[in-house]
Structures are given as C-alpha cells and as structure tokens.
C-alpha cells in the first residue's frame, strides 16, 4: 500500500537559517510527488511537484525538493527561511487510481521561525 | 483570480441539524474532491467527482453526501452532524484524466454545538 512519512512532527529554525524537511515514501511504481504549505486557517498551497525527468524540482517562494529514489525520498530544503515561512508542511504522494488520481498525505510537518 | 472558492468560511451548526458547505471553480477542472481535516491530522479524502461520476471512499460515512450539478460547482451534505464531525472541509480540482496537481480551496471550519 501506498504510504508517506514525515518523521518530525515540528521543527523550528531561526529566521535566515537553512531548512530541510523530510518525506519518504512507499510506491510501488515511479510515484508523483508533492509538496503543500497550509498557514493556519487556510487551504493548502502547492510549493512544487515532481512527475519525472530532473530530479531536483524548483518551486514558488524558494523552496526547492530533491526526488531520491535509492532512499524512497522526496525532500523539501530552502537555503534561508524568512518568518513567513512559518506554517505547517504536507508531502503528498499520487496513486493514480483509474484516471481520477488520488493524493496520500503525509501527517505534516510544523515549521516555527525564531526570530 | 480566486480559482476554488468555499462557502462559508465558517460554519457553526448544531448537533443533527443537516448542514451544506459549498465549493466552486473558475478553472473548470473536471475533478472534484472533499476531504476533511481534523486539527493537526492530514487532509482525509472523503470522495471525488470525476465530471458527474461519483466515487466515494470506502470509509466515508453515510453520513457525507456529495452533489455535483454543473462543473463549476459540488456541495457536501452532512446529513446529521455530531460531534466529531467538527472539522475543516477542504474542496480541491484537478484537471482532468490521468493525474494533475490538486488545486485547494480556502476551507470551510466546521462547528458542531
């Protein structure tokens, strides 16, 4: 079955500080990957998506991801978080079931910024 | 430029009384899909429409009914609130078939008194 992990359930960084959150997965086949950002209260925001080809994937407000097969991973990184960065985190994985599609969220990540 | 619009935002209701949360788009997406989520948990899939094809998920309650009657719009229906549905409801679109991204609403918050 098709699952995703995200081992740390918070995290906090200071403002300017580099971030690295952390997914793997469990698919069977080569797997769509994503990455959301929800701010409290709010809908979840896609940050970036991986389907194929370059495995590093660029995404909206400098975050970028590293798709690994060999580790089963699909990390988030931004070289310098700013205090907005602040939010909770979700990696997604797609099981396209008939031609529908479906997402596997991961349980989430909190991100804090010290100031 | 809002793609995927909710209504309301909030939503109090009480314990049994039927309640209906609103989802629309202007990116007429073929996909449609409800999730709940409940405060720090993952976004659970309650089920989709793939144009006017339902598809519930098998652990859905009976409870959650959906309506699509035009692309642009799908609405959930809780027949009978408890307690425990108290949550936010999140629409999503996706394009088409074989698999695109989900494009989310803001959420509806679900209060049950």
């Known amino acids: 079955a098709q699952s995703v992990t995200q081992p740390d359930i918070h995290i906090t960084v200071s403002e300017g500080a580099s971030l690295e959150l952390r997914c793997n997965y469990s698919y069977g086949a080569t797997p769509y990957l994503f990455w959301y950002v929800q701010s409290p209260g709010q809908g979840l925001q896609l940050l970036l998506k991986?389907?194929?080809?370059?495995?590093l994937v660029q995404g909206i407000k400098g975050f970028e991801a590293e798709f690994k097969r060999s580790q089963s991973s699909f990390n988030l990184r931004k070289p310098s978080v700013h205090w907005s960065d602040a939010a909770e985190y979700f990696c997604a994985v797609g099981a396209p079931r008939g031609s529908q599609g479906n997402l596997i969220f991961g349980k989430g990540t909190k991100l804090s910024v010290k100031p | 430029d809002a793609m995927v619009i909710q209504n309301p935002r909030y939503q109090v209701t009480q314990f049994g009384k039927p309640v209906t949360l609103s989802c629309s788009q202007t990116l007429n997406h073929n996909v449609m899909y409800w999730y709940q989520q409940k405060s720090s948990q993952a976004p659970k899939l309650l089920f989709h429409y793939y144009d006017k094809d339902f598809n519930n998920e098998a652990d859905t309650p009976d409870n959650f009914q959906s309506r699509r009657p035009n692309t642009s719009f799908c609405f959930l229906d809780i027949r009978s609130p408890g307690l425990g549905d108290a949550a936010m409801y999140l629409c999503?679109?996706?394009?088409?078939?074989?698999?695109?991204?989900?494009?989310f609403g803001p959420g509806t918050r679900l209060t049950v008194t």
């Open positions: 991986y389907f194929s080809g370059d495995t």
């Open positions: 999503a679109t996706s394009r088409d078939e074989g698999f695109y991204e989900q494009y």
